[in-house]
């Protein structure tokens, strides 16, 4: 062995600290997690996420980094994707910032409050536009803030977080990308794909090619990658007796490994986390009840291994929480998190000192900040980011160290076929490797592609979340808290971003007391067409459909809450399958319905509500020749509806004469259509993608039409932003659940799309006017996703959604005069669920309640009472609703209401300048006291008594 390795590393002794089961984490479900390509655990000073069982695999488990304990119930969850979180990470300039992707091709980011609690966020900060396939791994740069690069397959993509853009991509690959990782500098990407193969690339280098490749493992299959130097790199993988191997390579000159290492023999990846300041290298393998522990060195052998711990359960993932929340005091040089199949072990490792009442600074070196670096703009061109180091000293808590620039990375760029012309194992020529030079970054150019799923958002949707005050004790993190007010400073300066935030995001859904539902239906009919919402509702009534071939629709008055009797619920019989039913919005008694007969039957409901069963209605008019998709009233004149059928036309009926226009257009069945508030334009959506928009008295052809969603399986349509914009619900190409936004003057782009989840059934969209707020939901479902619809970007704010306990059929909205605005009660609907009605209130937490919230309640369209008659529209007569205002007598509106008055703190704050311990306040007070006591220079009474002289005490008396 050469003369330098006979020097003992300090870290050799470094051993882990067993710790007891109350100090785990237990109660967690994560048996069942499926092969990815990330950790399934990640770590900030702040917080720990890691996947779990249950819903697809779409959601994570947040805790605070100091929970201990069992959990079971309790457990904060992030209902993150609608399929498998694939991959996660925080970002290493913000401890309260996550980034996520999915095998549903989206990624978000999510803001954690700024304290630790055991609260999880209800709705993503923003979302990036969609992947073109499933993403498997994300990263984020080390020392570049807003910089992230993505793999999905073979692809390679870099982000801009502020603008949640692709900046570039790497498609230099074939094969799928099986590891990648950043530099320590933030300069290049290394990555080892299945195609055998380990490249280096240049993010700033105009090209997507790789500037060095060679050889990897033997075998295609999973590998790792990761970097332990400025120049060399290690990968894991299998070779070809099956046992599993680690390698090294020098980025300086990548025409093969430099050395391997060998291991034992598993089916479990080895998974490699290193900590730079110690040159500790772990590794894990998935499956396996140990973790490895070596020394990373610079010279041959690389990698000296020190120990191989066991653990007390099987690893499903690990990572390294950040330097900056260990507790050095107690000998702690660094602390994996490792997650089991139910709970999460930390693990200290501890290095063996005489005494830990001080500082030992020889092993524990100063650490990285969490400062960026530089901006993404000044990195791309071609600025070394200045690396930001801090003691971990608790004395010196805080004080950094002088800015440090950047080592340059050097590489050779050599030429770079496909997988089969790679690097001899010569290498190249004997020059001197020379190091990149960075070039101005211009993006790749990329073919347009017309369809209306295009992202037009120049502002950054990452928005500082407000504060919030938590009275929940934690447990504070030492070393992070001193880097106070510079690095908080800087932090919220780069993600801080001029983005309107919405009153409505922390909007709240609550089911009333059960005294208010109607119980126990039975005979509910599940086999509504999909063009019907199912469900129908006003102020005094609401309509569902019951199981049987005469097509019966029941009516059940709202104010006859309770259970209800075991017999046959009141309903209208039609004879022929019911297809769709709504109310009439200016009469609640009556009730239109479409059958598969092609016939639309009209009935009057009685005061009292139905008595038996019914098949007589008021009126029957024969629409069509083939079976009824849907019915939409108009929402201004009485007595105008529009009816669509399988015969792809469209007719506007007038109830009074029973006379009708018909749309002409259509060469696919109409999936559903769509009043404008004006009641001047009709916009329909069919199941060849295209939304068509008519303006119906003065042409029966559309006047514009567009590409909508490109599923084509179903959909629906609402006019949005006072009909400045129409949105439309379906399923993209890979039939996933979206949301798309259009303009009705230029159908040729779409404005901004979101993308939601791989559901199969359709979210059906209810919109409310006045707040602007979309509530989406579908058959089946338990939660209601609700999103403000701005008319800027990023068009979509995500709000708070309203969960569930059980699934539910539908919803029905009802009119704004139904809402108790005293109480803040922006939206009310109805709740159809197997065997129930429930009522929701949707409500807006405010602190000042006692007034009225005139900034959330403008004044509301009077949408209940019909502006014009049907002979009046047809003749070309167009009148607005009316205007009411919801101010309620007796109350103060809130623009009015007088200041606040500051309220008195019921403890002082602390001040430790006056702080004293329980020791100092014992000495007080026995001064105190021995200062009050009398001091008498006066001889006693009793001294100044005379006492019995002796010759008095004789015998001789």
Same mark, same amino acid.
């Given at each position: 062995?050469?003369?330098?390795?006979?020097?003992?590393?300090?870290?050799?002794?470094?051993?882990?600290?067993?710790?007891?089961?109350?100090?785990?984490?237990?109660?967690?479900?994560?048996?069942?997690?499926?092969?990815?390509?990330?950790?399934?655990?990640?770590?900030?000073?702040?917080?720990?996420?890691?996947?779990?069982?249950?819903?697809?695999?779409?959601?994570?488990?947040?805790?605070?980094?100091?929970?201990?304990?069992?959990?079971?119930?309790?457990?904060?969850?992030?209902?993150?994707?609608?399929?498998?979180?694939?991959?996660?990470?925080?970002?290493?300039?913000?401890?309260?910032?996550?980034?996520?992707?999915?095998?549903?091709?989206?990624?978000?980011?999510?803001?954690?409050?700024?304290?630790?609690?055991?609260?999880?966020?209800?709705?993503?900060?923003?979302?990036?536009?969609?992947?073109?396939?499933?993403?498997?791994?994300?990263?984020?740069?080390?020392?570049?803030?807003?910089?992230?690069?993505?793999?999905?397959?073979?692809?390679?993509?870099?982000?801009?977080?502020?603008?949640?853009?692709?900046?570039?991509?790497?498609?230099?690959?074939?094969?799928?990308?099986?590891?990648?990782?950043?530099?320590?500098?933030?300069?290049?990407?290394?990555?080892?794909?299945?195609?055998?193969?380990?490249?280096?690339?240049?993010?700033?280098?105009?090209?997507?090619?790789?500037?060095?490749?060679?050889?990897?493992?033997?075998?295609?299959?999973?590998s790792r990658i990761i970097y332990v130097n400025d120049n060399r790199i290690i990968t894991t993988g299998f070779c070809t007796d099956r046992s599993r191997r680690a390698m090294i390579y020098d980025t300086r000159n990548l025409s093969g490994a430099l050395d391997n290492v060998d291991f034992d023999s598993s089916h479990g990846i080895l998974v490699p986390l290193f900590d730079q300041d110690t040159n500790m290298l772990y590794a894990y393998g998935r499956g396996d009840n140990n973790v490895r522990f070596m020394e990373s060195t610079s010279k041959p052998p690389y990698l000296v291994q020190a120990a191989c711990d066991l653990l007390k359960a099987q690893v499903k993932g690990a990572c390294l929480v950040p330097k900056t929340a260990v507790d050095v005091m107690k000998g702690e040089v660094n602390r994996l998190l490792v997650l089991s199949k139910d709970s999460v072990v930390p693990v200290p490792y501890i290095i063996p000192r005489r005494s830990y009442a001080e500082f030992h600074s020889d092993v524990f070196p100063d650490t990285y900040s969490g400062e960026p670096g530089c901006d993404v703009d000044a990195w791309l061109t071609g600025a070394a980011p200045q690396i930001v180091k801090v003691?971990?000293?608790?004395?010196?808590?805080?004080?950094?160290?002088?800015?440090?620039?950047?080592?340059?990375?050097?590489?050779?760029?050599?030429?770079?076929?496909?997988?089969?012309?790679?690097?001899?194992?010569?290498?190249?020529?004997?020059?001197?490797?020379?190091?990149?030079?960075?070039?101005?970054?211009?993006?790749?150019?990329?073919?347009?592609?017309?369809?209306?799923?295009?992202?037009?958002?120049?502002?950054?949707?990452?928005?500082?979340?407000?504060?919030?005050?938590?009275?929940?004790?934690?447990?504070?993190?030492?070393?992070?808290?001193?880097?106070?007010?510079?690095?908080?400073?800087?932090?919220?300066?780069?993600?801080?971003?001029?983005?309107?935030?919405?009153?409505?995001?922390?909007?709240?859904?609550?089911?009333?007391?059960?005294?208010?539902?109607?119980?126990?239906?039975?005979?509910?009919?599940?086999?509504?067409?999909?063009?019907?919402?199912?469900?129908?509702?006003?102020?005094?009534?609401?309509?569902?459909?019951?199981?049987?071939?005469?097509?019966?629709?029941?009516?059940?008055?709202?104010?006859?809450?309770?259970?209800?009797?075991?017999?046959?619920?009141?309903?209208?019989?039609?004879?022929?399958?019911?297809?769709?039913?709504?109310?009439?919005?200016?009469?609640?008694?009556?009730?239109?319905?479409?059958?598969?007969?092609?016939?639309?039957?009209?009935?009057?409901?009685?005061?009292?509500?139905?008595?038996?069963?019914?098949?007589?209605?008021?009126?029957?008019?024969?629409?069509?020749?083939?079976?009824?998709?849907?019915?939409?009233?108009?929402?201004?004149?009485?007595?105008?509806?529009?009816?669509?059928?399988?015969?792809?036309?469209?007719?506007?009926?007038?109830?009074?004469?029973?006379?009708?226009?018909?749309?002409?257009?259509?060469?696919?069945?109409?999936?559903?259509?769509?009043?404008?508030?004006?009641?001047?334009?009709?916009?329909?959506?069919?199941?060849?993608?295209?939304? =068509?928009?008519?303006?119906?008295?003065?042409?029966?052809?559309?006047?514009?039409?567009?590409?909508?969603?490109?599923?084509?399986?179903?959909?629906?349509?609402?006019?949005?932003?006072?009909?400045?914009?129409?949105?439309?619900?379906?399923?993209? =190409?890979?039939?996933?659940?979206?949301?798309?936004?259009?303009?009705?003057?230029?159908?040729?782009?779409?404005?901004?799309?979101?993308?939601?989840?791989?559901?199969?059934?359709?979210?059906?969209?209810?919109?409310?006017?006045?707040?602007?707020?979309?509530?989406?939901?579908?058959?089946?479902?338990?939660?209601?996703?609700?999103?403000?619809?701005?008319?800027?970007?990023?068009?979509?704010?995500?709000?708070?959604?309203?969960?569930?306990?059980?699934?539910?059929?539908?919803?029905?909205?009802?009119?704004?005069?139904?809402?108790?605005?005293?109480?803040?009660?922006?939206?009310?609907?109805?709740?159809?669920?197997?065997?129930?009605?429930?009522?929701?209130?949707?409500?807006?937490?405010?602190?000042?309640?006692?007034?009225?919230?005139?900034?959330?309640?403008?004044?509301?369209?009077?949408?209940?009472?019909?502006?014009?008659?049907?002979?009046?529209?047809?003749?070309?007569?167009?009148?607005?609703?009316?205007?009411?205002?919801?101010?309620?007598?007796?109350?103060?509106?809130?623009?009015?209401?007088?200041?606040?008055?500051?309220?008195?703190?019921?403890?002082?704050?602390?001040?430790?300048?006056?702080?004293?311990?329980?020791?100092?306040?014992?000495?007080?007070?026995?001064?105190?006291?021995?200062?009050?006591?009398?001091?008498?220079?006066?001889?006693?009474?009793?001294?100044?008594?005379?006492?019995?002289?002796?010759?008095?005490?004789?015998?001789?008396?």
């Amino acid at each position: 062995m050469a003369a330098w390795r006979q020097k003992q590393w300090k870290y050799k002794n470094t051993t882990p600290k067993i710790l007891k089961k109350e100090e785990c984490i237990t109660g967690l479900s994560a048996s069942r997690l499926m092969q990815t390509a990330g950790n399934y655990i990640r770590a900030s000073s702040k917080y720990m996420v890691f996947n779990i069982d249950g819903h697809g695999g779409g959601c994570l488990g947040v805790l605070p980094l100091s929970t201990t304990g069992h959990i079971s119930s309790n457990l904060p969850l992030i209902y993150a994707h609608g399929n498998f979180v694939s991959d996660f990470g925080f970002s290493p300039h913000d401890d309260s910032l996550l980034a996520t992707t999915s095998f549903d091709n989206h990624i978000k980011l999510w803001r954690l409050p700024d304290v630790p609690v055991l609260t999880a966020p209800s709705a993503p900060e923003s979302e990036f536009p969609e992947l073109p396939r499933r993403g498997d791994a994300l990263s984020w740069n080390p020392l570049v803030s807003s910089l992230m690069y993505v793999v999905a397959g073979n692809l390679l993509r870099l982000y801009d977080v502020r603008t949640t853009t692709k900046m570039f991509e790497f498609d230099d690959q074939e094969e799928v990308i099986q590891g990648a990782c950043w530099s320590l500098d933030g300069s290049h990407i290394v990555t080892s794909s299945k195609d055998l193969l380990v490249r280096l690339f240049d993010p700033r280098a105009n090209s997507s090619a790789a500037l060095q490749s060679c050889p990897g493992h033997e075998v295609v299959n999973d590998s790792r990658i990761i970097y332990v130097n400025d120049n060399r790199i290690i990968t894991t993988g299998f070779c070809t007796d099956r046992s599993r191997r680690a390698m090294i390579y020098d980025t300086r000159n990548l025409s093969g490994a430099l050395d391997n290492v060998d291991f034992d023999s598993s089916h479990g990846i080895l998974v490699p986390l290193f900590d730079q300041d110690t040159n500790m290298l772990y590794a894990y393998g998935r499956g396996d009840n140990n973790v490895r522990f070596m020394e990373s060195t610079s010279k041959p052998p690389y990698l000296v291994q020190a120990a191989c711990d066991l653990l007390k359960a099987q690893v499903k993932g690990a990572c390294l929480v950040p330097k900056t929340a260990v507790d050095v005091m107690k000998g702690e040089v660094n602390r994996l998190l490792v997650l089991s199949k139910d709970s999460v072990v930390p693990v200290p490792y501890i290095i063996p000192r005489r005494s830990y009442a001080e500082f030992h600074s020889d092993v524990f070196p100063d650490t990285y900040s969490g400062e960026p670096g530089c901006d993404v703009d000044a990195w791309l061109t071609g600025a070394a980011p200045q690396i930001v180091k801090v003691s971990l000293d608790p004395a010196k808590s805080g004080k950094k160290s002088e800015p440090v620039e950047a080592k340059a990375i050097k590489v050779e760029a050599q030429p770079v076929a496909h997988k089969t012309a790679v690097s001899n194992s010569n290498g190249t020529s004997g020059d001197a490797p020379t190091p990149a030079k960075p070039v101005e970054f211009k993006p790749k150019a990329v073919a347009k592609v017309a369809k209306p799923v295009v992202a037009t958002s120049n502002v950054s949707p990452v928005s500082q979340v407000e504060k919030e005050d938590h009275s929940t004790q934690t447990t504070p993190v030492k070393h992070r808290e001193p880097s106070t007010q510079d690095a908080s400073a800087r932090q919220s300066q780069l993600f801080k971003f001029s983005v309107k935030t919405s009153k409505f995001r922390h909007l709240k859904g609550t089911p009333l007391h059960k005294s208010h539902r109607i119980e126990n239906i039975r005979n509910l009919s599940n086999r509504v067409p999909g063009e019907s919402n199912g469900f129908a509702a006003n102020p005094e009534r609401c309509a569902i459909t019951l199981k049987g071939p005469a097509g019966l629709v029941s009516v059940l008055e709202l104010e006859n809450v309770g259970k209800l009797e075991d017999t046959p619920l009141p309903a209208l019989s039609h004879g022929v399958p019911v297809c769709d039913f709504k109310w009439d919005p200016f009469n609640n008694s009556r009730l239109a319905t479409g059958t598969e007969s092609g016939a639309v039957f009209l009935w009057e409901i009685p005061e009292g509500g139905l008595e038996g069963v019914v098949e007589e209605p008021v009126k029957k008019i024969l629409a069509h020749n083939d079976k009824i998709y849907s019915l939409e009233f108009h929402p201004l004149a009485s007595d105008v509806l529009a009816s669509s059928a399988q015969d792809f036309q469209v007719k506007i009926w007038d109830l009074q004469t029973e006379t009708s226009l018909t749309l002409e257009g259509h060469s696919s069945p109409i999936l559903a259509m769509a009043w404008s508030s004006n009641g001047i334009y009709l916009a329909t959506y069919s199941k060849d993608s295209i939304i =068509r928009i008519y303006e119906p008295r003065a042409s029966t052809s559309p006047i514009r039409e567009g590409k909508g969603p490109s599923g084509g399986r179903s959909g629906r349509i609402v006019w949005v932003l006072n009909d400045s914009f129409v949105a439309v619900s379906g399923f993209d =190409r890979n039939s996933e659940r979206c949301l798309q936004l259009f303009d009705p003057e230029d159908l040729s782009v779409g404005v901004a799309s979101v993308e939601l989840n791989n559901a199969p059934s359709l979210l059906i969209p209810y919109y409310d006017a006045d707040s602007h707020t979309i509530f989406l939901t579908a058959k089946g479902d338990t939660i209601v996703q609700a999103y403000e619809v701005t008319p800027d970007a990023p068009y979509f704010q995500v709000l708070s959604s309203f969960h569930a306990s059980n699934q539910h059929q539908a919803l029905a909205f009802l009119p704004k005069k139904c809402c108790d605005v005293a109480n803040i009660e922006f939206a009310k609907a109805y709740r159809l669920t197997q065997t129930m009605i429930e009522p929701i209130s949707f409500t807006v937490p405010r602190v000042r309640s006692e007034f009225f919230q005139d900034d959330l309640f403008p004044d509301t369209s009077v949408t209940w009472e019909a502006s014009s008659t049907s002979s009046e529209w047809f003749s070309g007569i167009d009148k607005q609703a009316k205007v009411l205002s919801l101010f309620p007598e007796g109350m103060t509106k809130l623009s009015e209401a007088p200041p606040e008055k500051v309220k008195e703190r019921k403890y002082e704050k602390f001040d430790a300048a006056t702080y004293k311990t329980a020791a100092q306040k014992r000495d007080e007070l026995v001064n105190a006291v021995t200062a009050n006591l009398d001091k008498h220079e006066d001889p006693l009474p009793q001294d100044l008594q005379e006492g019995v002289d002796s010759d008095e005490w004789s015998d001789e008396d």
